[in-house]
């Protein structure tokens, strides 16, 4: 079991910047994929960042690429997703995933981000 909280959600003027933070429990931390995720009022759940094991391998969505940023730090068990240049349509909350495999996929609460114009 893996348990993943996220941190550093709030209030942003767009232009402005914040970095979002995803601590995991447990010691495999190295072996799961990270990714952020993000839900609007109204939208489906999209894929924002996702970052390989190693952290060789990168993908962003379309919206937001140039702008954020996914890091780890396997020995911290923690993930970061810095977020630069935000718009008002960035506002959502955020949600931190682990996963391994189709059974070992976990999910964090969700951290507010509101961008506002």
């Known amino acids: 079991q893996v348990q993943v909280v996220e941190s550093g959600g709030g209030l942003m003027q767009a232009g402005g910047s914040l970095r979002l933070s995803c601590k995991a429990s447990?010691?495999?931390?190295?072996?799961?994929?990270m990714a952020w995720y993000r839900q609007a009022p109204g939208k489906e759940r999209e894929l924002v960042a996702r970052?390989?094991?190693?952290?060789?391998?990168?993908n962003y969505a379309d919206s937001v690429k140039g702008r954020f940023t996914i890091s780890r730090d396997n020995a911290k068990s923690t993930v970061y997703l810095q977020m630069n240049s935000l718009k008002p349509e960035d506002t959502a909350v955020y949600y931190c995933n682990a996963r391994r495999s189709p059974t070992l996929d976990y999910w964090g609460q969700g951290t507010q981000v509101t961008v506002s114009s």
């Open positions: 970052i390989t094991i190693s952290g060789a391998l990168l």
């Open positions: 447990g010691r495999t931390f190295s072996s799961y994929t």
